[in-house]
């Protein structure tokens, strides 16, 4: 195995969202050069980055000239053609890997994998035509949700199923290969944000809550309040999923929490996760650092946590009575601001986030919430 990429190398991000915009500026503090490849340009990782490729996937001669620039690649996007992928691997590393990619693209796949590798899921079955609905309802029983197996974030291609009545909306909705799983009434939604290096050593950021609001995810409060059993266990199957994965990254598994304490694997996300955002503020090494240490072969950084922490996304709806004001948050000296560079808020949009700190998880999360109604308080 070669050594570590050290500061000075530079790195390659596919994918120029949010999360390589967190991850390039703290590669940048580090010392390390940053490349973003993604179609589209002035994208938010783009903008912090030292170069900006406006390329599409498929060009294979721009992927292998991106490719033959830098020392190590990552992905901040799942969805990114494997195709792409394979073609950057045979020039220069490219972590998580090929396992945990393919498995987390596609949501048969990655149910299937939770399935055999015995992790509790909700029940779930194949839905790859119209037909197929009604039966796997019938078996799985209503209420369901019905998912696209590729391409899906933030709860989009999702549709609700409450009767058999209500198969052809839902399958208009959502069409081609999908699947069918039962709605969980879970008490909460947890998630294990966490990091495995290259030589399998593994560092968590303990088991944090989230609420949704229309399915994308609202405010994050570390830490949960959940049993310590409960956290462990959650913990444990994390590692135990990043095992079998043979990932190398930073990655989240979200988790319902069903009545009785049972724990439910919702999803992998093989890098950052908006669930783990508080811990640029929240954590003496972030989840980003931690990425960027992994993918590099550097060790992981403590994962401890000075204080508890709230998390709240600002979504484009926050902007339909004109700009928020920012200056109400700056005044609010344990709330940290940070904006993604977007030009346009659309409406369900993530054009930031606010960090709150306090002493207690519900402090925080009081703060954080206070923090964004102060920012539109004046429309
Ligand atoms: N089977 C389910 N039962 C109950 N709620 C669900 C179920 N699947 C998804 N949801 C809700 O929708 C949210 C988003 O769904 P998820 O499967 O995580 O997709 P994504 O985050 O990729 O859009 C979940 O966090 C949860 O709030
Ligand atoms: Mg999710």
Redesign the pocket.
Known sequence: MSGPVLPGATVGVLGSGQLGRMLALVARRMGYRVHVYAPGSDSPAGQVADREWNADYDDRSSVATFARGVDVVTLEFENVPAATVEEVSSAVPVRPGQKALRTAQN?LREKTFLHAGGYPT?PFREVSERSALEGALREIGAP??L?TAGF???????ARLDAAEDADEAWEAVGGEAIL??????ER?ISVVAARGVDGSFAHHGAVE?A?DR???DVTVAPADVPPEVEREAVGITRSIFEALDLVGTACV?F?LAPGGKLLV??I?PRPHNSGHWTIEGAVTSQFEQQLRAVCGLPLGGTGQARPAAMANLIGDLWSGGEPDWEAVCSLPEVKLHLYGKAEARPVRKMGHLTAVADTAEAAENMVREARERLTASA
Not at 152 to 158: A, L, R, T, V
């Open positions: 949501r909700a369901a949700v998912k899906g974030y933030d709860g989009k291609g999702q799983e039962s709605r969980v009434d879970f939604e989230n949704h399915h994308i995810l979200e319902f919702n999803e996300a």
